[in-house]
């Protein structure tokens, strides 16, 4: 296999923008290549059981798994007739902007289950970043013991493997995706004791009109309610969980209420004994590394996330870069689909056979329609469920806050104190926050919010995200890059 290949248009991800964006490019004529870090398609919202074992996945733990079958289908018949290269099990760890478009460095993904080959350098003209996003964590004590969770990786275990991590749940943080988490694990036979959310869903009231634009939402909580009513599960409303207990494992949990500002309310703390396992999910952050890597304009969304700015066509501020899906704005599976849309034939339209400008144009309005309108229900679920302003207050100087590092909740306020420490790059060198393996995806949104006076800015957040390396690589690959290059200049000259 070359060491180097080129395409028209390069994708970044295989879920439910990147399948949308790449099945869409290959349709319009254009030479694909999408490139994922999971074994097989679907992303984290579709992740499921290895293709190769039977019975197949019936969907079943999966939310509009249709929807999954129809993109998979076309992304399928495109890979069939050569205009689609997928090379799932790899990551891209570099990319870098240059004259005639884009190239990408890949590795093996940590993530994959077997050997992934694929080519280490592949150029493009176009490039579609859709790297999706991941659950946002803070920190609370007790939280680095084993059985905690992030709430998305609960459900992307039992969706991936069959079977529960634990048997007896508490999921907590705020949100909606909390529901689909404890579902899930009432369907697989755990229990699931309570779930904790945050907010007070009258924050709903002022957006029912957004609301009510998008039925399918509304359907949707119907069917968790009544998972919720099948299998008992608790749901408390301005809850959070302040203290995870146990000694070498998950034993329990002590809740509290919070207040219409997001304080605890003295008095009301209750304990919730016989606990396993803890999720944690308060809201989600998008995969930056790559967009700001390559210069792209960001801006700090209402959920407090940085993500990518672009215009009606997911083009971001960088020539030839479009962002899609969670990256510039996470707003959920049905958005990310025609954001994915929107740009696979943006990024196509400069080297595919073009349909009638009449028939183009209307198919664009119909899509910036559909986007605008996912977009603002995204808005409304934002502002209806924020992170609670006083969490802060749950912690105690000896409570960890960096995992990587054992960085202390105390360190960090000593480093702000008296090492003027005011954002994440300055923690990061004052005292290791976002060292380690993670390189601060876990800890970087919550030492923003410490380390700054008023929350986490646009530029700490985007210290946290800015790497020239975004996964890591090996010593070997960097050698082997090293001598391509010493190839590419000696057949130049």
Not at 255 to 272: C, F, N, P
Request: glycine share 10%.
């Amino acid at each position: 296999m070359s060491s180097s290949q080129h395409y028209d248009v390069a994708i970044i991800g295989a879920g439910p923008a990147g399948l949308a964006a790449a099945a869409t490019a290959a349709e319009r004529g254009a030479r694909v290549v999408c490139i994922d870090a999971n074994d097989q398609p679907g992303g984290q919202f579709w992740r499921h059981r290895p293709e190769d074992t039977h019975p197949e996945d019936d969907g079943s733990l999966h939310h509009d798994w249709k929807t999954y079958l129809r993109l998979r289908a076309g992304f399928d018949a495109a890979a069939a007739v050569g205009s689609l290269c997928f090379y799932p099990g790899r990551q891209v760890w570099m990319a870098q902007r240059e004259d005639n478009g884009f190239t990408l460095r890949t590795t093996a993904s940590a993530q994959a289950g077997r050997a992934a080959p694929g080519p280490q350098t592949v150029r493009a003209t176009q490039l579609v970043v859709c790297a999706g996003g991941y659950d946002r964590q803070l920190p609370v004590p007790g939280w680095d013991l084993p059985g905690v969770m992030a709430a998305g990786g609960i459900q992307a275990f039992i969706k991936a493997n069959g079977m529960l991590p634990g048997k007896r749940f508490v999921v907590a943080g705020t949100g909606p995706f909390l529901l689909p988490v404890a579902a899930n694990i009432a369907e697989a036979g755990g229990a699931v004791a309570a779930v904790c959310e945050s907010a007070d869903l009258t924050g709903w009231f002022p957006h029912l009109a957004t609301a009510a634009r998008v039925p399918a939402k509304a359907l949707e909580g119907t069917e968790y309610a009544k998972s919720f009513l099948k299998h008992r599960i608790p749901y408390r409303t301005r809850t959070v969980v302040t203290e995870v207990l146990g000694s070498d494992r998950v034993q329990a949990v002590r809740t509290a209420k919070v207040d219409s500002h997001g304080r605890t309310v003295q008095g009301s703390e209750r304990l919730i004994e016989d606990v396993d396992a803890v999720g944690f999910g308060w809201g989600f952050t998008a995969q930056m590394e790559l967009p700001v890597a390559l210069g792209a304009e960001t801006r700090v969304d209402d959920d407090g996330s940085l993500v990518g700015v672009v215009d009606s066509q997911q083009h971001s501020s960088v020539p030839g870069l479009y962002l899609a899906g969670e990256v510039s704005g996470v707003g959920g599976a049905a958005l990310a689909v025609v954001e994915g849309v929107i740009a696979g034939r943006a990024a196509a339209a400069s080297t595919a056979a073009q349909s009638s400008a009449a028939e183009s144009s209307a198919a664009d309005v119909r899509l910036a329609r559909k986007a605008g309108t996912y977009r603002a229900f995204a808005r409304a679920m934002h502002l209806a469920h924020p992170v609670p302003a006083g969490w802060q207050d749950w912690l105690r100087p000896e409570t960890t806050v960096c995992r990587c590092e054992e960085v202390t909740a105390g360190d960090i306020a000593a480093a702000k104190e008296h090492l003027c420490a005011t954002d994440a790059r300055t923690m990061k060198s004052m005292t290791r926050t976002g060292m380690g393996w993670c390189q601060g995806k876990v800890c970087g949104f919550a030492v923003s919010c410490l380390a700054g006076t008023e929350g986490a800015s646009a530029e700490s957040l985007r210290s946290v995200a800015k790497r020239p390396v975004s996964v890591p690589v090996t010593l070997s690959e960097l050698l082997t890059l090293e001598d391509e290059q010493v190839l590419e200049t000696t057949t130049d000259h």
